[in-house]
């Protein structure tokens, strides 16, 4: 099961461009373990973007898995998985 959000995010990253850390709502989150990545078509029939998804576990006061995307330069939390 996952929650929706939808909501932007601060992400930092490595030196090859991989996703370490994001900070949503004001706390942060460090990347544990990195599950999987992909790209997806964003609305191309309108000519939008790919985005690019990447869905880690992340540990704040407790661990959890986290499913992020790319959009430009701007990240976003897609979803929290339960």
């Known amino acids: 099961m996952?929650?929706?959000i939808g909501e932007p995010v601060k992400a930092h990253a490595d030196n090859d461009s991989m996703l370490t850390a994001f900070?949503?709502?004001r706390r942060?989150?460090?990347?544990?373990?990195?599950h999987s990545w992909w790209w997806e078509p964003s609305?191309?029939?309108?000519?939008k973007a790919v985005r690019f998804f990447?869905?880690?576990n992340a540990?704040?006061?407790s661990?959890?898995?986290y499913e992020l995307y790319r959009?430009?330069?701007q990240w976003f939390l897609s979803r929290v998985l339960d």
């Open 2 to 4: 996952s929650k929706l």
């Open 23 to 25: 900070i949503w709502r």
């Open 28 to 34: 942060l989150y460090r990347v544990v373990e990195v």
């Open 43 to 47: 609305e191309w029939w309108h000519g």
């Open 54 to 56: 990447i869905r880690v």
């Open 59 to 61: 540990q704040n006061s």
């Open 63 to 65: 661990e959890g898995t």
């Open 71 to 73: 959009l430009g330069e």
